[in-house]
């Protein structure tokens, strides 16, 4: 299938890769179905794109990467609103919030998304915790990542 991106243009998806949000994103709830989007060149923050809008397209990073002792529990109501029954098929996103200052960016890590990888069902759970803040500060962790990534491509290309 092919979709419209304000930031990627016209791309092909798989449709096995659409995420359907049944109540879709909070301030985004009439958007139903998503596709993740892994670009090289922002790496590693990838793109959660609405199918249906080419101007809804939200930064999210793997949180885990980032904040290394980052945790919560899932509720049994969220677990079945996915249909998750095994963990490996969970994969979490948070929200990047991406200012002219690039230095500013922050994560929301209080409403991680959740995405079930085999049914290919997507819900934004809000974290009840008071150590994970809405706008946690990122920019050293993605400039490192980035710096590392870069290493990594270099080595590998040293050795074709």
């Not at 590392?148 to 290309?157: L, P, T």
Request: hydrophobic residues 40%; aromatic residues 6%; glycine residues 4%.
């Amino acid at each position: 299938m092919k979709i419209s991106t304000m930031r990627f243009g016209e791309i092909e998806i798989d449709d096995a890769k659409i995420i359907s949000f049944h109540k879709g994103i909070p301030g985004l709830e009439d958007k139903k179905k998503f596709t993740l989007i892994r670009h090289e060149q922002t790496k590693p923050i990838n793109w959660l794109q609405a199918v249906d809008d080419a101007y809804i397209c939200l930064p999210v990073v793997e949180p885990f990467g980032l904040v290394p002792d980052y945790v919560f529990d899932i509720s049994d109501d969220d677990i079945a609103d996915l249909c998750l029954k095994e963990r490996s098929d969970l994969h979490v996103v948070s929200v990047v919030v991406i200012p002219e200052d690039i230095t500013k960016m922050t994560v929301n890590l209080a409403a991680p998304i959740l995405i079930n990888i085999r049914e290919n069902l997507g819900k934004q759970i809000i974290i009840d915790r008071k150590d994970y803040q809405i706008r946690h500060p990122i920019y050293a962790e993605i400039h490192q990542a980035i710096k590392e990534a870069r290493a990594h491509a270099g080595s590998d290309e040293e050795g074709k």
